[in-house]
């Protein structure tokens, strides 16, 4: 049973920074490409970075110059970096990976920025 589970969300001030951590682990024998997603009340889920196994990555308009997205393969877990969090950022953040061909989601973190 393949699991994703996060961790590292929570409530910052605007312009704070908050790093969020997803963690694989299971049977695993391959992860692709592995990404951060994030879905604010009564709006879709949103791409907020993605990594590719190769080491390329994108990024949302929105959060560019903000974020950085990185991964340690050697612990299957991929890392979000925010800083200069705003208002809008607020959402429950969730990560995604493609392990063993298959897509798995973790259960989310809530991000909250407000003063």
């Known amino acids: 049973q393949v699991q994703l589970v996060e961790s590292g969300g929570g409530l910052v001030q605007p312009g704070g920074s908050l790093r969020l951590s997803c963690a694989a682990s299971?049977?695993?024998?391959?992860?692709?490409?592995m990404a951060w997603y994030r879905q604010a009340p009564g709006k879709e889920r949103e791409l907020v970075a993605e990594?590719?196994?190769?080491?390329?990555?994108n990024y949302a308009d929105s959060v560019k110059g903000r974020f950085t997205i990185s991964r340690d393969n050697t612990k299957n877990t991929v890392y979000l970096h925010m800083n200069s969090l705003k208002p809008e950022d607020t959402a429950v953040y969730y990560c995604?990976?493609?392990?063993?061909?298959?897509?798995?989601w973790g259960q989310g973190t809530q991000v909250t920025v407000s003063s």
């Open positions: 995604n990976a493609l392990i063993n061909r298959d897509s798995y």
């Open positions: 299971g049977r695993i024998f391959s992860i692709g490409i």
């Open positions: 990594i590719f196994s190769g080491g390329r990555i």
